[in-house]
Nanobody, 125 residues
């Protein structure tokens, strides 16, 4: 079992930026495909970004492409999601997820094996 510990959420003004962090407790982050998903009230959980186990492939949802960056720091055993130009519609609970299988299925929520507890991001307009 991989426990994912997220941090970095909070209240941000529209147009601002934030960085979310996620670390797999007791496990090596580079052993997994890592992803970020989000869920707004009354909506389904949706894909935001993913970084492959290799660290060289990344994928983003169209809604955040160009203003989000997913990265990984192997020395700190942490994956990050940086978001800029935040909008009110970015308000959601953000979840970190880990995929422990061969291949890379960045946006398939069912292909992720482990999930964090979520961190709230609220963008005020």
């Amino acid at each position: 079992q991989v426990q994912l510990v997220e941090s970095g959420g909070g209240l941000v003004q529209a147009g601002g930026s934030l960085r979310l962090s996620c670390a797999p407790s007791g496990h090596t982050v580079s052993a997994y495909t890592m992803g970020w998903f989000r869920q707004a009230p009354g909506k389904e959980r949706e894909f935001v970004a993913s970084i492959a186990r290799s660290g060289t492939s990344r994928a983003y949802a169209d809604s955040v492409k160009g203003r989000s960056t997913i990265s990984r720091d192997n020395a700190k055993n942490t994956v990050y999601l940086e978001m800029t130009s935040l909008k009110a519609e970015d308000t959601a609970v953000y979840y970190c997820a880990a995929q422990d299988r061969s291949g890379w299925y960045p946006s398939r929520i069912g292909e992720y094996d482990f999930w964090g507890q979520g961190t709230q991001v609220t963008v005020s307009s």
